[in-house]
């Protein structure tokens, strides 16, 4: 089936920095990519969706200045936090929608852990 | 999405069927039921789908009540690899909309 890699697989940094995720779609093109995070034991939140060569759109009470997304081209994806606090501390998954598959074929990447000092 | 309602955890001995039940009383004409599960420290991975008839694939089937408002995914011999937490959700993929996670459920599977 098909692929979605993010990068790094896992992340620590101190409180203030700011980090870089990637996401990338191996073997399709995806015109839209969805950005989630999840909590210990909670399921996933969507955080926002990300449009191939226009703006994110975010989720309800998602700060767009602290979490920045840019879909740059039609396979890659990255997702900023800035100025990451501990409480950012959380899984953070993105999916892939499959331009050419069947309608609403959406792939997962494995996740990013990012831990925050 | 219409909204679904699962049972937080189930435990099922290993090689044994497991039936996960998903009531979704207010599913539209047009949603489609579509399963995902979440393996631990994973991303989530597509199970099955359907719409109105029974379906099966290689992973499980997915059986459909008559009115549309309940389902059930059936894993035919768990094993420990299936520990997971299984996710019911309706998608009108007309939209072709994005997908919302509700809480799933946490399936134990014991040796």
């Known amino acids: 089936g098909a692929v979605v890699s993010q990068h790094p697989s896992r992340v620590i940094c101190k409180s203030g920095t700011s980090v870089k995720i990637e996401c990338r779609s191996l073997?399709?093109?995806?015109?839209?990519m969805f950005w989630y995070r999840q909590f210990p034991k909670q399921s996933l939140m969507l955080m926002a969706t990300?449009?191939?060569?226009?703006?994110?759109?975010?989720e309800q009470g998602v700060e767009k200045d602290k979490f920045l997304i840019n879909h740059a081209s039609l396979t890659l994806s990255t997702l900023t936090v800035t100025s990451a606090h501990p409480e950012d501390s959380s899984f953070y998954i993105c999916?892939?929608?499959?331009?050419?598959?069947?309608?609403?074929?959406?792939?997962f990447g494995p996740g990013t852990r990012l831990t925050v000092l | 999405d219409a909204k679904t309602t699962q049972p937080n955890s189930m435990e099922s001995n290993e090689e044994e069927p497991v039936h996960l039940p998903c009531n979704h009383s207010?599913?539209?004409?047009?949603?489609?039921i579509h399963w995902y599960r979440q393996l631990p420290s994973q991303g989530p991975e597509y199970v099955i789908h359907?719409?109105?008839s029974n379906v099966n694939n290689r992973m499980a089937s997915l059986a459909i009540a008559e009115d549309r408002k309940s389902s059930t995914l059936i894993l035919h011999r768990a094993t420990l690899r299936d520990a997971a937490v299984y996710y019911c959700?309706?998608?009108?993929?007309?939209?072709?909309?994005?997908?919302?996670f509700g809480k799933g459920t946490r399936l134990h599977i014991l040796p």
């Open positions: 207010t599913i539209s004409g047009t949603d489609y």
């Open positions: 990300s449009n191939e060569g226009s703006k994110a759109t975010y």
């Open positions: 359907g719409l109105t």
């Open positions: 959700i309706l998608r009108d993929v007309g939209r072709d909309d994005k997908i919302i």
């Open positions: 073997d399709f093109q995806a015109t839209t």
């Open positions: 999916s892939a929608r499959d331009l050419l598959a069947v309608r609403g074929t959406q792939y």
